[in-house]
């Protein structure tokens, strides 16, 4: 298993090439950010941009994985080749094509992607990431040159992966949240919240959480917003700032929806909104 601490992995890899020509990072922009499948129509599709100057060599792949949190409330990705066979992983029989393209500057390439499901699957909500690889020219990092000998160029070639979510629903599905009673705590000049959060029924949650530190006459001093996914049970850690010239005493407000603009109307799960507050502990 390997953890991503976010979405997007930038790898590169070494290579000494002569007669390259160095480039900018390659560009490939990917829409949507979030894909949905369903058991019906059986199929979905992603777009690529290549907004870089020079033609970029794309992959398509798929791996399990899912947020999770460690004991600091920090958010990763748990990457999976050979998920738990109990695991609802919907990377082994949904598949792109193509999975290898070139695509040139300023072109697009829609990328079809097909469930090879049965109809014996059961109800429920399956996941995979797609990896989109992009591999680009060479980046210069330094040229050597000797008396009578050509000149050596070192560089590295660069690869960017993109990972997105693909959720593929079959039958009813439900999510909720169990939303435990937040905690919070000075840590230098932020307010550091956690807030332990149990999914319900059969599907990830994808919302919105919304924080604002409000002094005692009712002003908010400070407020953050985060995308959330929460696929099983997370306890996370989020800051706000803290002007330390600011009196208190101060509260913390917590909400949760299912408004994300990632995520279509049309297939955001029914999801009632949580509202909560805690005083910060000094």
Do not use: C
């Not at 390997?2 to 930038?10: E, K």
């Not at 922009?29 to 033609?55: C, K, W, Y």
């Not at 980046?139 to 979510?165: F, N, P, W, Y």
């Amino acid at each position: 298993m390997t953890l991503l601490r976010s979405t997007s992995l930038f790898v590169l890899l070494a290579a000494v090439a002569p007669g390259w020509a160095p480039t900018r990072a390659q560009a490939v922009l990917v829409a949507p950010t979030v894909v949905f499948m369903d058991h019906q129509t059986r199929s979905g599709s992603i777009e690529l941009v290549n907004t870089g100057a020079e033609a970029t060599e794309v992959t398509i792949g798929t791996l399990f994985g899912y947020p999770v949190t460690d004991s600091a409330g920090r958010i990763s990705v748990m990457m999976s080749d050979h998920p738990d066979p109990s695991q609802p992983s919907a990377a082994d029989w949904v598949v792109a094509y193509p999975t290898h393209v070139v695509i040139r500057p300023g072109a697009h390439q829609i990328i079809r992607l097909l469930s090879k499901a049965t109809s014996a699957l059961p109800d429920g909500e399956y996941w995979t990431r797609l990896v989109i690889s992009a591999k680009g020219g060479a980046v210069k990092l330094s040229e050597v040159r000797a008396a009578d000998t050509a000149a050596i160029r070192v560089g590295v070639s660069l690869e960017v992966r993109t990972i997105i979510a693909l959720l593929y629903r079959k039958g009813a599905v439900t999510t909720g949240l169990v939303v435990g009673a937040p905690s919070t705590r000075i840590v230098n000049d932020s307010v550091e919240v956690r807030l332990p959060l149990k999914r319900q029924g059969n599907a990830a949650f994808l919302g919105m959480l919304r924080l604002s530190l409000v002094d005692a006459n009712g002003t908010e001093v400070s407020r953050a917003e985060h995308q959330t996914a929460v696929y099983y049970d997370l306890n996370p850690a989020w800051r706000l700032p803290l002007d330390r010239t600011r009196k208190g005493p101060f509260t913390v407000r917590v909400t949760l929806d299912n408004a994300r603009d990632d995520v279509p109307s049309r297939v955001r799960l029914p999801f009632a909104p949580v509202d909560k507050t805690v005083a910060l502990t000094p």
